[in-house]
T-cell receptor
């Protein structure tokens, strides 16, 4: 069964450094998402992406965050200057087109640790 | 806006016991409802879904019924196994809220042999 893949599984970065989290969504999916889960808290929506542009973003997704689909397969989340509070598990998800009831499929996540 | 409330864990059960995890929601429009499961060290996997009132989602012995009158989507399994130990997340989407998933806080379930 096709799956969403995320790399790396764990990223350790110094505060203030840039980090790029990578995702390969399911190949025929059209809608892409990033979520994050701070340890012990809820899974929170960050951003959705469709047709090469952001569809919606949350309050969390400030100017330090950006997303890109640089080619036909990758979907990346960049944090420009990381803060301690960015430490979390980051999940990528994708969904097929058409019916909005199609479920989102998740990757295994990237654990981001900011030192 | 949309919100999901589910019972806090951890829930500790013996093998073959009956499992219920309560989930209630508030939503704009007509939401679709989901249960996701996260096994230790893994990502979020779709367990089951229901897209309209009175629909029942089912998978791997788990069931949940979309109850519009009580705005609930409780997860049940009649006889749990040790392998069901995981964190379970109730979630919803709605077109009115842009189809993003709104999650409950998750319920950790531990099944002991």
């Amino acid at each position: 069964e096709p799956e969403v893949t995320q790399t790396p599984s764990h990223q350790v970065t110094q505060m203030g450094q840039e980090v790029i989290l990578r995702c390969v969504p399911i190949s025929n999916h059209l809608y892409f998402y990033w979520y994050r889960q701070i340890l012990g808290q809820k899974v929170e929506f960050l951003v959705s992406f469709y047709n090469n542009e952001i569809s919606e973003k949350s309050e969390i997704f400030d100017d330090q965050f950006s997303v890109e689909r640089p080619d036909g397969s990758n979907f990346t989340l960049k944090i420009r200057s990381t803060k301690l509070e960015d430490s979390a598990m980051y999940f990528c998800a994708s969904r097929g087109g058409g019916d909005s009831n199609q479920p989102q499929h998740f990757g295994d996540g990237t654990r981001l640790s900011i030192l | 806006g949309n919100s999901v409330t589910q019972m806090e864990g951890p829930v500790t059960l013996s093998e073959e016991a009956f499992l219920t995890i309560n989930c209630t929601y508030t939503a704009t429009g007509y939401p679709s409802l989901f249960w996701y499961v996260q096994y230790p060290g893994e990502g979020l996997q779709l367990l089951l879904k229901a897209t309209k009132a009175d629909d029942k989602g089912s998978n791997k012995g788990f069931e949940a019924t979309y109850r519009k009158e009580t705005t609930s989507f409780h997860l049940e399994k009649g006889s749990v196994q040790v392998s069901d130990s995981a964190v379970y997340f109730c979630a919803l989407t709605s077109k009115a809220a842009g189809n993003k998933l709104t999650f409950g806080g998750g319920t950790r379930v531990l099944v002991k042999p």
